[in-house]
């Protein structure tokens, strides 16, 4: 634990699903190239990203078009074998075994990893009480709640005993109280136990709650990379301030205008103008430009920025440049 050793590298990697050649094929993920070290990381991305495609790649479940990746220093296309025995899946549907109780269930997803039929049991007991199913242990599996089949579903990806897990959607359909849960679960398989994790979603919030690092996949490439708090701008920050979130009542147009001719760089969201905070004397810089522009300002907020934030800036950049560089139609 604590060291920064390369987890994952992906070189090239393209999934078409369908023939290349068909106008109804897929590109889920378009040579991305990207590497991933030790810790708790997330791919966070919109439904369609290419979030699960990639992972089920990772795993050899479903082949590459193209390119080449190493979980843990294994080649995906060659050492298969060795990379599901040390990674723990939990993934984003449930294959259920009908008529099967989660012991053997989860025994049995341990024997596929390559676990002993003896150990593979007795994992599944452990795994199955850490996750908080002890009691559900006999009952089967196609009777579960979403709750608990989320909790089925990461004991599964624990039972071998993995030093690395991939979590795909892992707080999808849980309400309030399973989801804080999951998050405390979660965050303590890889904060206290030291196992590395790479969680997959669209929900930023538990990425934030769980992860340290993110990687942005939108469209099946890779928008950004890095830290959260690089991300959020909070690492070179000494307040929480980052956006000025701005109410006005006048001429909404003339104001942007007076930001613009003062190079002030903004967006505007629910017709809140979002100000990012170039320097100290922001506030007084506003409220002039508000002045000469003769508009009121009703509510002045600093707000710092989430990486929802970030994530939004980036994806719309993504759809400005395809705009530009595809006048043909393309994707
Ligand atoms: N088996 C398949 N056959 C054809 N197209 C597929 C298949 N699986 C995924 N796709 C397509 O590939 C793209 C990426 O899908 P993927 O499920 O990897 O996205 P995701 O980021 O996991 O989305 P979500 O957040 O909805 O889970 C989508 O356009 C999807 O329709
Ligand atoms: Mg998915």
Do not use: W
Not at 93 to 109: E, F, M, R, W
Not at 134 to 151: H, I
Not at 197 to 216: G, R
């Amino acid at each position: 634990m604590g060291s920064t050793q390369e987890v994952l590298f992906v070189d090239g990697i393209t999934k078409i699903f369908g023939n290349p050649k068909s106008e109804h094929s897929v590109l889920a993920l378009n040579e991305i190239s990207f590497s991933i070290n030790s810790g708790a990381n997330s791919i966070l991305g919109p439904n369609g990203a290419g979030k699960s495609t990639l992972l089920k790649v990772l795993l050899g479940y479903i082949g590459a078009t193209s390119g080449d990746a190493q979980v843990l220093g294994f080649d995906i296309f060659k050492e298969g074998k060795q990379i599901r025995e040390r990674v723990g899946y939990m993934p984003e549907h449930y294959t259920l075994i009908p008529g099967v109780n989660a012991v053997k269930q989860v025994s049995l997803l341990g024997r596929i990893a390559g676990l002993p039929k003896a150990e593979a049991m007795q994992r599944s007991h452990e795994t199955l009480q850490y996750v908080g199913l002890d009691e559900a242990r006999y009952r089967k599996v196609n009777e579960f709640s979403t709750g608990m089949l989320q909790r089925l579903k990461l004991a599964q990806a624990l039972v071998n005993d993995p030093v690395l897990i991939f979590l795909d959607e892992p707080t999808n359909g849980l309400d309030p109280k399973g989801r804080i849960d999951m998050i405390a679960l979660i965050r303590e398989i890889s904060k206290d136990h030291g196992i590395d994790i790479i969680v997959c979603s669209h929900l930023l919030p538990d990425i934030e709650a769980m992860c340290d690092y993110a990687t942005i996949l939108n469209r099946g490439e890779v928008v950004t990379q890095g830290s959260i708090s690089e991300l959020t701008g909070q690492e070179s920050l000494s307040q929480e301030q980052k956006v000025m979130n701005v109410r006005i009542k006048g001429n909404l147009e003339e104001f942007l205008i007076g930001l613009k001719e003062n190079g002030l760089q903004f967006r505007v969201e629910d017709k809140i103008v979002k100000v990012d905070f170039s320097d100290e004397h922001i506030n007084q810089k506003i409220i002039e430009i508000a002045y000469k522009t003769g508009v009121q300002i009703r509510t002045m907020i600093p707000r710092k920025v989430i990486l929802e934030d970030v994530f939004i800036h980036r994806i719309e950049d993504d759809v400005d440049n395809s705009n530009v560089s595809q006048p043909s139609g393309g994707k």
